[in-house]
Nanobody, 118 residues
Framework: QVQLVESGGGLVQAGGSLRLSCAASGRSLSSYVMGWFRQTPGKERAFVAH???????????DYADSVKGRFTISRDNAKNTVYLQMNSLKPEDTAVYYCNARGAVEYWGQGTQVTVSS
């Protein structure tokens, strides 16, 4: 049974930074596409970023336009963990952030709240 556990959320002022972590247990997810999504009340869950094996010896990162240049996704396969470094946070980044692992099976974490005050 795979579990994804997010941590690192909290309350921060606009312009500040937070680093989210997602630790996976139950199996190695090194071959999975690992990503972050976010959701606000009344809206659908939205893509934030993901990181996947490019097949050329490196990982490929992709970001939603709204976070490009401010957020950075990374992964540590030895720790089975994916990170989301969030800088220059804005009030509109306020949401519950969910970790996602996509491969033969898809997994979701339970979510962590990020609140950015103006």
């Amino acid at each position: 049974q795979v579990q994804l556990v997010e941590s690192g959320g909290g309350l921060v002022q606009a312009g500040g930074s937070l680093r989210l972590s997602c630790a996976a247990s139950g199996r190695s997810l090194s071959s999975y596409v690992m990503g972050w999504f976010r959701q606000t009340p009344g809206k659908e869950r939205a893509f934030v970023a993901h990181i996947r094996w490019s097949g050329a010896g490196t990982y490929y990162e992709d970001y939603a336009d709204s976070v490009k240049g401010r957020f950075t996704i990374s992964r540590d396969n030895a720790k089975n963990t994916v990170y989301l470094q969030m800088n220059s946070l804005k009030p509109e980044d306020t949401a519950v952030y969910y970790c996602n692992a996509r491969g033969a099976v898809e997994y979701w974490g339970q979510g962590t709240q990020v609140t950015v005050s103006s």
